[in-house]
Every structure is written in structure tokens, then in C-alpha cells.
């Protein structure tokens, strides 16, 4: 029974992608799932979090689409039931190669932060600050829709629009093949209210043991102030990769 457990635990903890863009290679495909058990004499929590990304590329063109989802419980209550799925693009220059095209639809559901249903769709520009091999920063801007199904903090339900501004900073640093550093962050400000707005921040630390083995731990928080909710996440485990 101990041995099936771990074995569980072991899977729940294991992330495992396939490819990586380079001469040959168009398409990228990520599979993650990570979870945690606790049980005490007082209670018991779990959490699952599931997510998957395919990426594809053509010359000037990028287009990506990502999926996730995080389910959890607290002492028998659901504490989590997120879901979230994006499709974007990339549209590059040649002759500004640091300067790109993005555009979006993004669709989000969220017991935690009280989304009954909302969908973003926008476009903008991005540019490349540093854009090395090991070292990567860049921001984006631009103009998003945004169509929301909400639950306000007393518990009445709004549906409403909104155009919001899109700022986005994220950058990658690996440091002697070993240790990367990522990180993208969002605020995502009404243009009609000040004091409507979104924050997102997904943080990330990977170490690579060998060639195909790394340990990953990721920190996420997420803040709706019209909803007056946040959340926050944590979690680790093992990073298996095979490159072709």
C-alpha cells in the first residue's frame, strides 16, 4: 500500500515535455501534473494541478496554446476548481527582429477567485530587452476585451464589460547550464475604473540533475480586486524532457 502510494505521489509530482524549437523542430508539446496530500488528526487537504501546452512555429509565425487546471479540497469543502485556456500568436519581423506582433483569447473559470466565467481577447506589441541563449528579457503592451461572469464579495452576482490595458514583463536567466530563473508577470488595469484591475504572476526555479532530469518548484499568484480575491500556489517536483 505504501509502495502504490508513493508511487502515485511520484507521478502526480512529474512533469514531462517533448521538444524543443530549433532547426528542425516546428512543434513543442508539454504535459505537467503536480499534487499534494495532507491528512492530520484535525483535517486533511489535496490539490491537484494539471497543464498542458502545444506550441507551434513557421518562419514569422508563432501560435501557442495553453491549458490548466487546479482542483483541491479542505476538510471536505472545495477549496479549488480553476480552469483556465489560452490560444495566442506571435507575428515577428525580420527586419526588427526584437520587435513582434502578440494577440490573444484567453478564457478563465475560477471557484477560488469567483469567476463564474470570463474571456480576454486583445492584441499589442512586445519587444525583446536582452535575447540570448541564456538570457532573455521582455515587455509587452497592448489592448484587451474583457467579458466577465462574476461574484462580488457580497455575494452578488455582475455580469459587465471592460477594456483593459495589458502590461507584461517576463524574463529567463539560466545560470551554468544548471539553474533557470523564470518569471512572467501581468497587470491588467481597466481603462473605465482605477480600481479595477488583475494581477498575475508566474514564477518559476528549475534544476537540471542530467540531461533529461530536473527539479522544478513554482510559485503563481493571481489577485481580482472586483472580486476582492487572490490566491496563491506553490508547488515542486520532478521535470523529465526528451528533445527531438
Avoid: H
Avoid at 500568436?89 to 520587435?99: E, H, S, V
Avoid at 539553474?179 to 497587470?187: E, G, H, K
Amino acid at each position: 500500500m505504501f509502495r502504490s502510494f508513493c508511487t502515485l505521489l511520484l507521478i502526480l509530482l512529474t512533469k514531462i515535455s517533448f521538444s524543443q524549437f530549433n532547426d528542425s523542430t516546428k512543434y513543442y508539446i508539454n504535459f505537467a501534473s503536480s499534487g499534494s496530500i495532507n491528512k492530520t488528526q484535525d483535517g486533511s487537504s489535496y490539490l491537484l494541478n494539471n497543464g498542458f501546452q502545444f506550441q507551434v512555429r513557421k518562419e514569422v509565425i508563432e501560435s501557442n496554446f495553453y491549458s490548466n487546471w487546479i482542483y483541491g479540497k479542505q476538510n471536505q469543502k472545495l477549496s479549488n476548481n480553476d480552469f483556465s485556456t489560452t490560444l495566442d500568436f506571435n507575428i515577428y519581423n525580420r527586419k526588427a527582429p526584437n520587435l513582434y506582433y502578440w494577440g490573444l483569447a484567453n478564457y478563465n473559470t475560477s471557484y477560488s477567485l469567483k469567476i463564474n466565467n470570463q474571456l480576454l481577447t486583445g492584441a499589442g506589441l512586445a519587444y525583446n530587452i536582452i535575447n540570448k541563449n541564456n538570457q532573455k528579457l521582455n515587455v509587452s503592451d497592448g489592448i484587451l476585451f474583457d467579458r466577465s461572469d462574476i461574484m462580488l464579495a457580497d455575494s452578488t452576482q455582475e455580469i459587465y464589460s471592460t477594456w483593459r490595458n495589458s502590461f507584461r514583463l517576463s524574463f529567463k536567466f539560466v545560470i551554468n547550464e544548471i539553474f533557470t530563473l523564470q518569471s512572467t508577470s501581468f497587470i491588467q488595469n481597466s481603462l473605465d475604473k482605477k480600481d479595477d484591475y488583475i494581477i498575475k504572476s508566474n514564477n518559476g526555479l528549475i534544476i537540471k540533475l542530467t540531461n533529461w532530469l530536473s527539479f522544478e518548484t513554482k510559485y503563481t499568484f493571481n489577485k481580482i480586486s472586483r472580486t476582492k480575491r487572490e490566491n496563491q500556489l506553490f508547488s515542486y517536483g520532478l521535470k523529465l524532457e526528451k528533445y527531438f
